[in-house]
Nanobody, 125 residues
Framework: QVQLVESGGGLAQAGGSLRLSCAASGPFSRYIAAWFRQAPGKEREFVSSISRIGGATYHADSVKGRFTISRDNAKNTVYLQMNSLKPEDTAVYYC???????????????????WGQGTQVTVSS
């Protein structure tokens, strides 16, 4: 198993940028990693995912062209660079990981076995 801790959330103005980090407790290269977000009263939704060595990424249509997922396995960390932020991006952002998935195009939260505690992102207009 692996423990995940998100950081980097906060308050941003519309059009601004934030970078989220997800630090894993140990070697992370065998895990597919993903970011999800959840706004109050809404279901958790997929944001982005990345392959084990970072050679492939997948982004939800709502963030494509604005957000970029990356990872540094030497640091046991996955990142989400968020640019051109919109108020609709306001949510708690969660890092997730899975050991056995064969594809990064997996958007169901239930497919991921490991989760961080979440970090709040608030975007004001």
């Amino acid at each position: 198993q692996v423990q995940l801790v998100e950081s980097g959330g906060g308050l941003a103005q519309a059009g601004g940028s934030l970078r989220l980090s997800c630090a894993a407790s140990g070697p992370f290269s065998r895990y597919i990693a993903a970011w999800f977000r959840q706004a109050p009263g809404k279901e958790r939704e997929f944001v982005s995912s990345i392959s084990r060595i970072g050679g492939a990424t997948y982004h939800a249509d709502s963030v494509k062209g604005r957000f970029t997922i990356s990872r540094d396995n030497a640091k046991n960390t996955v990142y989400l660079q968020m640019n051109s932020l919109k108020p609709e991006d306001t949510a708690v952002y969660y890092c997730a990981a899975d050991l056995h998935q064969d594809t990064i195009i997996t958007i169901r939260p239930s497919a991921y076995d490991y989760w961080g505690q979440g970090t709040q992102v608030t975007v004001s207009s």
